[in-house]
């Protein structure tokens, strides 16, 4: 049975300050009514995943990740108080929004559902980033961000949750991110939760980028100026490559000039530096990353059918539907099987010369007809 989904229409927010609070000030008021909209999805989603009857339960755990954010990013902070006094909230309601994922899936027994491929074209001088974003029907609660940072030397640009620091998107020194959550029990106090890291990221210009890729090289084999998908957890982070030209194996996930990723640990669970990784994911993690693995390896058979639209296309396969790349709400479902496909993100990096070419978000399942989409430039 197919659900019907609403057609929304999602405003972008064009913030400029000169300092972090205003940045936040502005999102507040911009978005005062998609983010009280998303704590009540909220206050809902806690009691289901995390068993917290009231969501003044959900501010106090918040509290914990405060010294670390104090000690590694101090001016996140700035802005998450400037979003609460913009949104007429206490700063403790935006920064429980901000660690929805820290308070919610660390308690959960199954995964958000999304699927991305990162893929090379075969002369080598683009690679395409593309993801669904499939999460709850926060439809009321979506935005798209236009920032432009307070020394004026970066712009960021991402798909975003009203009251979120970061997501998925791209920056004007063409560093992108998708991500997507791995379900497990695995918390760490002293680290970046999830959506801030982001935020971190994108703030990233290409010089920092480098460095991030020569630690990884460092520890382990190398990039070799190519790209990979890197799981990143407390316990440790693992670097998931392509295969090269003379590797036959027909692991799922990856190949040669692409890697995949769903909602599962491609890693072997004990291969993390600092003790085994144990995740729970849905049955149809596996599945989606098969198709999506299939669906790449036919486009890279055939190399002049290989583009952007190509790619997009991908994302919008219904095979195993509702639970498919692109998702459906299955009828009657609760909790987080309540997931649809929010979003899609393409980006398009020329890595020749480090910059993004095109990026596109078009909001509602990219399978149906009549979405918005969203051109970012820079």
Known sequence: MTHKHPKPHVATLQLRGSSPYEIGLQHGQLAKEQI???????TTFFQETAGMKSWEKA?????VFVPTLERLYPEILEEIQGIADGAQLDEEDILALNVRSEIGLTNYSNTPKETFPTIRSPDGSTVILAQNWDWLELHDGIVIMDIITPDGKTRLQFLNEAELVGKIGVNS????????????GALSLDRLPTHIMCRRVL?????RAVRWCLYIQSRHRRCGGKFATVEISPNGLS?????????SSKDIGKGRGFVAHTNHVMTPHTAFSRGPIYD????????RLERITELTEKDLHNMKNFTFESVIEQLKDQKGTPVSICRDRPANATGMERMTTLATVSTEFDIVNKKV?????????QC???LQLVELAF
Request: glycine share 12%; aromatic share 4%; hydrophobic share 25%.
């Open 203 to 207: 703030h990233c210009g290409i010089a």
């Open 357 to 365: 070419t095109k990026t596109q978000i078009t909001i509602g399942r």
């Open 36 to 42: 009280h909209n998303n704590i009540k999805t909220y």
């Open 59 to 63: 501010k106090g755990r918040s509290k």
């Open 239 to 247: 670097v998931i490559h392509p295969l090269n030209e003379g590797n």
């Open 280 to 287: 729970r994911p849905a049955p149809n993690s596996f599945s």
């Open 173 to 184: 020194h063409g560093v992108g991110i998708c991500m997507n959550a791995l379900r497990c």
């Open 368 to 370: 149906e007809d009549g």
